[in-house]
T-cell receptor
């Protein structure tokens, strides 16, 4: 089973920030938080990942709470093309024999 | 550079026939994964290859499903005696190594069993 819980769906106005929450209350100390998204009819696309510090790249920012039990993916200026299903995943990096378990994700609708 | 490629992009087959789905990972990636995604559902893990180690087959839904990876590169997912419930998009992904960074996904193969 997935180790994360996310809202089923969210709406966001175009040009506004989209804040997607994820709960991972059972995360272990050596597990990273990864975010992927899947635009309709395409394979999932990596967005960002982090361990305990906040991270930012050209696509998004990742805010991880101090206790690491939850995180928020922020798309600073959402566009219509950001409409997709967003998956939050926790997993251990650098070890063998693991598999990434994807939950149901959050369906983000960006509206004009 | 080239990403993960999969073929065919679409496959329609009759119930009871065997199908083979192919995945070409990114060159140099030692880890390769197969997932299945049914319509409107999330991704379901099927199998994971890492180098020459024995694959993690824990996600394969039945003994009709098998996969191999030749030479540590190309992988083939085989479904024998296909059933209608096998209809789904089959996604392949690769990464540098076990859990090293992100997985890069291919476009998927849409399998329809009639």
């Amino acid at each position: 089973d997935a180790k994360t819980t996310q809202p089923t769906s969210m709406d966001c106005a175009e040009g506004r920030a989209a804040n997607l929450p994820c709960n991972h209350s059972t995360i272990s100390g050596n597990e990273y938080v990864y975010w992927y998204r899947q635009i309709h009819s395409q394979g999932p696309q990596y967005i960002i990942h982090g361990l305990k510090n906040n991270e930012t790249n050209e696509m998004a920012s990742l805010i991880i709470t101090e206790d690491r039990k939850s995180s928020t993916l922020i798309l600073p200026h959402a566009t219509l093309r950001d409409t997709a299903v967003y998956y939050c995943i926790v997993r251990v990096d650098g070890t063998g024999g693991f598999k990434t378990i994807f939950g149901a994700g959050t369906r983000l609708f960006v509206k004009a | 550079g080239a990403g993960v490629s999969q073929s065919p992009s679409n496959k329609v087959t009759e119930k009871g026939k065997d199908v083979e789905l192919r995945c070409d990972p990114i060159s140099g990636h030692t880890a390769l994964y197969w997932y299945r995604q049914s319509l409107g559902q999330g991704l379901e893990f099927l199998i994971y290859f890492q180098g020459n180690s024995a694959p993690d087959k824990s996600g394969l839904p039945s003994d009709r499903f098998s996969a191999e990876r030749t030479g540590g590169s190309v992988s083939t997912l085989t479904i024998q005696r296909t059933q209608q419930e096998d209809s789904a998009v089959y996604l392949c992904a690769s990464s540098l190594g076990p859990g090293q960074g992100q997985e890069y996904f291919g476009p998927g193969t849409r399998l329809t069993v009639t």
